[in-house]
């Protein structure tokens, strides 16, 4: 009978190894997984097929009874004659491709279990319609089965995925399966190995299948400022040459970039407004040394210019503002609440929309976040004499509803002038000072441009501190819409940038 071919692939201890005489397609790789296993060890092969690798088909070839084999079962019985199958168990879970439960007219409907050693008969054509959840179905399936087994086990389990059908199935179904293990308890493949004809090796093609984890780190950093799959990748692969190129300084600042990622995203995920925008302005520098991109022509450089689209001005110029507006954007409210509530303080003092005597603060023990939000406390609203939760105010004068009239009292001029420390003495209080308080030539203040400008901002952030404070307690009634809220953030901040001028 007519030898097959013979593959190499590296060993165990480094050195190469031979699976000789491979006659089907795949057997290859998986006798090599099996030559790589304890050879006592129990495997478990899941299969995921298209039906006509299930199907008899005389290309394949006969049997010792006459028995025309299926591209499956062929393989199946090659690996239980091959010397590396010696004193392994092997147990074969197919999961089909081409079908899951719902019932269809003219859709095959076999039984979940299919004996991979029995071929099929072969569908008709109408029998052939491929319908795309079917690979859904057979992707969550398989994803399930693999943890099943998983929890089986009480130490790290052999397990080896053989994909049998076109080019598409195969690189489609895997890859999902592989992203749905990672979520979760992850469960994460120690080889994934193909078959290089010309050089007849077998090759570890682990970084075919790891891109689609840089893919979809870069587009959650870019969506939401999430670095977590992206610095996975890259503290799996160690290697960064093939996509930073062999340049040793360009993998150097391909591995900074990631770094200022790592910042940018632990910032997002902690609302901490000062790592963010740490993050961004160190990323931005980066990106901007030399001159010019030193990632130009490499795979990760492909994405440095939908990281400045994405990040805009707050990679040359970060503020606490934009800031808040990209974070509405993306989705993340949460996060822009807390950075209104814990930063926005600070820009008032810093603009001189809203400050007190620093030296006077410091005697009560307090700064200017303790200062602002003790004096827009005071901020009343007109019927907020009734037995109802802040919540509710600030609920209907978004919503407008018109169930609740909700309307804001006009504080006194003195209620805005002075602020009264809560450790200070009767008479001790304090004066408000910002750029839009006046004086006359008399000597008289004027308040007017501090009311008309100044004190609707302050009565918008005091909304957004009511809101956040109920979303951080869990409350569940008077929560305003996700759309209402979002337009009155970017009108607040749209109003709090033209005020600073």
């Known amino acids: 009978m007519e030898r097959g071919d013979s593959f190499q692939g590296v060993g165990n201890d480094g050195k190469d190894i031979t699976i000789d005489d491979c006659k089907s397609q795949g057997e290859s790789v998986v006798r090599y997984f099996l030559k790589l296993m304890p050879s006592d060890d129990e495997v478990d092969i899941v299969m995921l097929c298209s039906r006509k690798t299930l199907e008899k088909d005389e290309k394949n070839g006969i049997d010792n009874k006459g028995n025309i084999y299926s591209a499956v079962s062929y393989l199946i019985e090659r690996i239980d004659r091959s010397p590396e199958k010696g004193k392994h168990k092997i147990n074969y879970k197919v999961i089909k491709l081409y079908k899951n439960e719902l019932p269809v007219e003219h859709r095959l409907q076999e039984m979940d279990d299919i004996d991979p050693s029995i071929p099929l008969m072969p569908a008709t054509k109408e029998e052939e319609i491929h319908f795309p959840e079917d690979e859904l179905g057979a992707i969550s399936e398989a994803a399930e089965f693999i943890r099943y087994k998983k929890l089986q086990e009480k130490r790290s389990f052999r397990l080896y995925i053989d994909t049998h059908g076109g080019l598409r199935d195969v690189v489609l179904s895997l890859s999902a399966v592989i992203s749905l293990l990672s979520v979760g308890e992850s469960i994460r493949p120690k080889l994934i190995s193909g ?134 954007d993306h989705g993340l409210i949460q996060q822009a609440l807390t950075f209104i509530e814990s930063m926005l303080p600070y820009y008032y003092w810093d603009k001189k929309l809203l400050y007190f005597d620093k030296e006077q603060l410091k005697k009560f023990d307090e700064d200017a976040y303790i200062a602002f939000n003790r004096y827009i406390g005071r901020l009343r609203f007109n019927q907020q004499k009734s037995n109802k939760e802040l919540n509710f105010f600030a609920y209907h004068l978004l919503e407008n509803t018109g169930e609740y ?96 001028k």
Not at 264 to 281: V, Y
Not at 464 to 477: A, T, V, Y
Request: proline share 3%; glycine share 6%.
């Open 195 to 328: 078959i290089n004809m010309a050089l007849a090796r077998i090759e570890d093609q682990s970084a075919t299948f790891n891109i689609f984890n840089f893919f979809s780190g870069i587009n959650d950093f870019l969506h939401f400022g999430n670095a977590d799959i992206l610095s996975e990748y890259f503290d799996m692969k160690k290697d960064v040459s093939y996509l930073a190129g062999a340049d040793p300084i360009v993998q150097k600042t391909a591995k900074q970039i990631v770094k200022h990622m790592q910042k940018i995203s632990l910032g997002a995920q902690m609302s901490d407004p000062k790592a963010f925008l740490e993050g961004l302005k160190e990323l931005g520098n980066e990106f901007e040394k030399n001159g010019g991109s030193s990632l130009k022509g490499t795979t990760l450089g492909i994405f440095e210019k939908k990281i400045k689209d994405e990040y805009g001005s707050l990679l040359t110029n970060p503020n606490i503002l934009d800031l808040i507006i990209w974070c509405i």
């Open 405 to 500: 009239d909700v309307t804001w009292a006009r504080p006194r001029n003195t209620t805005l002038r002075y602020y009264h420390p809560e450790d200070a003495a009767k008479g001790e209080d304090l004066e408000a000072k910002s750029k839009w308080i006046n004086y006359d030539n008399y000597g008289n203040v004027k308040m007017e441009d501090f009311r008309n400008k100044v004190v609707p901002l302050l009565q918008s952030h005091r909304i957004l501190k009511i809101i956040r404070n109920s979303f951080n307690h869990g409350n569940s009634e008077y929560r305003v819409s996700l759309p209402k809220l979002k337009m009155f953030i970017i009108n607040y901040i749209s109003d709090l940038k033209k005020a600073k």
